[in-house]
């Protein structure tokens, strides 16, 4: 079955050191992924998306997102933590319908 | 990208009534979609909206419990119907421009509290 698995659900970094949220998928084929963050009270973000250009993603506010097909992996990262990134991440793929399936969430904590 | 609004931003209501959800785009879409957002968990499609058609429910979601309507290419709603305290969540709205995998816009959601 299409899936989509974070691997961690809560991530805790301090401000200005790296973030790194995992993500890996199930497939047979290479799907369509985004990143979406969901701000308290606040409806989902877009971050950014591959759709089987460069591997390699940038996105909003600092984020980029790595494609490995090798290890169906899509990590999202960003140099330098700021207090205002603390949120929930989905990470998303597209199913074979074109429907979006979602991850569980990263929780992601920002200490000063 | 898409603005989306939706109404109400929140609500509280009372076990066995019903609620209406208005999703609103300012400009012709493709494709809308309603998801639920159970407190602390990931979202889950509910239905794809189809413009002057019966909308299409994903397994474990029927029209009796959730009708749908999409009168024109910019405006959806949905129906909770009688409500119990398991459907309090957030209820967002998603719309997508193009055919096929594109990124999906959502609205700010619609907080439900059943009680």
């Known amino acids: 079955a299409q899936s989509v698995t974070q691997l961690d659900s809560h991530v805790s970094v301090s401000e200005g050191t790296p973030v790194l949220l995992r993500c890996n998928y199930s497939s047979s084929y290479s799907p369509s992924l985004f990143w979406y963050v969901q701000h308290p009270n606040k409806g989902l973000q877009l971050l950014l998306k591959y759709t089987s250009a460069a591997t390699l993603v940038k996105g909003i506010n600092g984020f980029e997102a790595e494609f490995k097909k090798s290890e169906t992996s899509f990590h999202l990262t960003k140099p330098s933590a700021h207090m205002s990134d603390a949120a929930e991440y989905f990470c998303v793929r597209t199913g074979n319908t074109g429907k979006l399936i979602f991850g569980q969430g990263t929780t992601l904590q920002v200490k000063p | 990208s898409a603005v989306i609004s939706q109404k109400p931003s929140r609500d509280i209501c009372q076990r066995g009534t019903s609620l209406t959800i208005q999703c609103q785009v300012d400009s012709q879409v493709t494709m809308m979609f309603w998801y639920r957002q159970q407190p602390g968990q990931s979202l889950t499609l509910i239905a794809t909206?189809?413009?002057?058609?019966?909308?299409?429910?994903e397994s474990g979601f029927v029209i009796d419990k959730f009708p749908i309507s999409r009168p024109n290419l910019t405006f959806s709603t949905l129906t909770v119907s009688n409500m119990s305290p398991e459907d309090s969540s957030i209820y967002l709205c998603?719309?997508?421009?193009?055919?096929?995998?594109?990124?999906?816009?959502f609205g700010p959601g619609t907080r439900l509290t059943v009680t």
């Open positions: 909206a189809n413009q002057g058609s019966e909308a299409t429910y």
């Open positions: 998603s719309v997508t421009r193009g055919q096929g995998p594109y990124e999906q816009y």
